[in-house]
């Protein structure tokens, strides 16, 4: 079986002060020991975190580029992360792929530096409310990630979190039954593209709104293996999220 995934990507939010406070809590808290669970700090604060946060938490980047050092001015490396115990990183986050125009062929050069530097990636994708409304969301999402297919053939050290733009920070959750049929689909696309051994070992993570009211009934389907939270992982609701299956 799966292990059950719950990431918290803090965003551009906190600060030397709220972070301590956020990673103390988690160390204090009663967590599913079966549940494996990574935060996604601000850069900034990724030591500051790494440093309090208690063994058996992982760290994740936000994001992270494809080349392995030299001019490129405000960037982070694989290395460097490796060498900050950093051992996850998103990619493709929406914001990123919206607001800084990433597209999917730079998301995928970017997934392959970090798989082949030893870094483990939550890789997102999502459609927006346009795409779904014109019935293209499988469409989309697949197409996000064929761009990886191309480029990495070990799918062991990636975690997809499917996350419709529609559903994140808007309150606006998935419903279970959209969540589920899309979690299918990507898992029956990786059986058909990658393998049956890809499809049945990745874990595939909701994202959009999750709240430690709708984590449960999110967590009883079949192909959703844990939630990637925005919002509530600044908040006391994450330790319910992180326990939703308790
Ligand atoms: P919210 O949980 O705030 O909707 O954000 C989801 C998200 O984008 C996580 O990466």
């Known amino acids: 079986a799966r292990q059950f995934f719950v990431g918290g990507n803090f965003k551009m939010n906190g600060s030397v002060e709220t972070i301590k406070k956020i990673v103390g809590d988690l160390n204090k808290a009663n967590l599913d020991p079966k549940t494996e669970v990574v935060v996604a700090p601000p850069a900034l604060y990724l030591l500051l975190t790494r440093e309090h946060l208690r063994a058996g938490i992982e760290v994740a980047a936000q994001n992270v580029f494809d080349k392995p050092n030299g001019a490129f001015t405000g960037e982070i490396s694989v290395d460097q992360l490796r060498d900050s115990n950093i051992t996850w990183t998103l990619l493709g986050h929406s914001e990123r792929r919206v607001i800084l125009q990433e597209d999917n062929t730079f998301v995928a050069s970017k997934t392959k530096a970090a798989i082949d530097g030893g870094i483990n990636v939550i890789f ?56 589920q049929e899309v979690h299918a689909a990507l898992r029956a696309w990786l059986k058909k593209e990658v393998s049956d ?34 919002g509530a992982s600044l908040k006391p609701a994450f330790v319910d999220i992180i326990n939703s299956n308790l």
Do not use: H, M
């Not at 064929?146 to 979190?161: E, L, N, R």
């Not at 009934?217 to 079949?222: A, F, I, N």
């Open 124 to 179: 997102c994708c999502g459609e927006s409310l346009e795409q779904r409304e014109s019935n293209k969301t499988i469409d989309v999402v697949t197409a996000q990630l064929k761009a990886v297919k191309d480029k990495i053939s070990d799918w062991s050290k990636i975690v997809v979190a499917y996350e419709p733009i529609w559903a994140i920070g808007t309150g606006k959750v998935a419903s279970t039954e959209q969540a």
């Open 197 to 230: 051994k890809a499809a049945e070992e990745t874990r595939i993570i909701y994202g959009g709104s999750v709240s430690e009211k709708n984590c449960k009934e999110l967590s009883k389907q079949p192909d959703i293996d844990g939630f990637l939270v925005g």
